[in-house]
């Protein structure tokens, strides 16, 4: 058996122990849940009836280091406040936009957004507003709240944490989604 053969089989023996491979694996689990996956639980009614209560969402934290927010999106993002909080919102207002709502109806730049996700009929108003740069506008999918008392605001890039792919265990009701 040559040198470099030897050396391979004590890689691979190496490999088998655990106390070897055990902090590589908690090392790949924490730099996939630091900087690709992470999952946030969601608070309140105003993601109904995309999500509930209760529900906890995974988030790709990658994605948008690679392309911007697209319309339709659901995110999470920090707010600026103290202490920080953090919204699970969609995306439908993109920079440079301008964002009204007219009796309930959203327009962008004039025209009516179509938005099937939306539950509730609303009379919310808000005046014409051009979305920064590095902006977005995002809004929850239950508009039968009423807007005082519903979270929307132009979220700047650098708060947003990442985008929803996926919905897990739902506690309100006890069912898996």
């Known amino acids: 058996m040559n040198e470099n053969?030897?050396?391979?089989?004590?890689?691979?023996?190496l490999l088998s122990k655990w106390?070897?491979?055990?902090?590589?694996?908690?090392g790949l689990v924490l730099f996939v849940w630091f900087f690709v996956i992470q999952i946030n639980p969601t608070h309140g009614p105003s993601m109904l009836p995309t999500l509930k209560d209760g529900s906890y969402v995974f988030l790709d934290k990658l994605s948008y280091r690679l392309h911007p927010p697209e319309r339709g999106d659901v995110i999470v993002f920090r707010?600026?406040?103290?202490?920080?909080?953090h919204y699970c919102k969609r995306v439908i207002g993109l920079p440079g936009?301008?964002?009204?709502?007219?009796?309930?109806?959203?327009y962008?730049?004039?025209?009516?957004?179509?938005?099937p996700y939306i539950i509730g009929n609303t009379f919310w108003e808000l005046q014409p507003t051009r979305?920064?740069?590095?902006?977005?506008?995002?809004?929850?999918?239950?508009?039968?709240?009423?807007?005082?008392?519903?979270?929307?605001a132009k979220v700047a890039y650098r708060n947003i944490v990442g985008r929803v792919i996926g919905k897990g265990y739902d506690y309100s009701n006890g069912e898996v989604r």
């Open 5 to 13: 053969a030897a050396g391979k089989m004590t890689f691979r023996r």
């Open 19 to 26: 106390y070897f491979r055990a902090p590589i694996e908690i």
């Open 79 to 85: 707010s600026n406040e103290e202490p920080v909080m």
């Open 97 to 106: 936009q301008v964002i009204e709502i007219r009796r309930g109806q959203v």
């Open 108 to 115: 962008l730049d004039d025209a009516p957004l179509h938005e």
């Open 131 to 152: 979305i920064g740069e590095d902006q977005i506008y995002a809004i929850g999918d239950n508009r039968g709240m009423a807007i005082d008392s519903h979270f929307k």
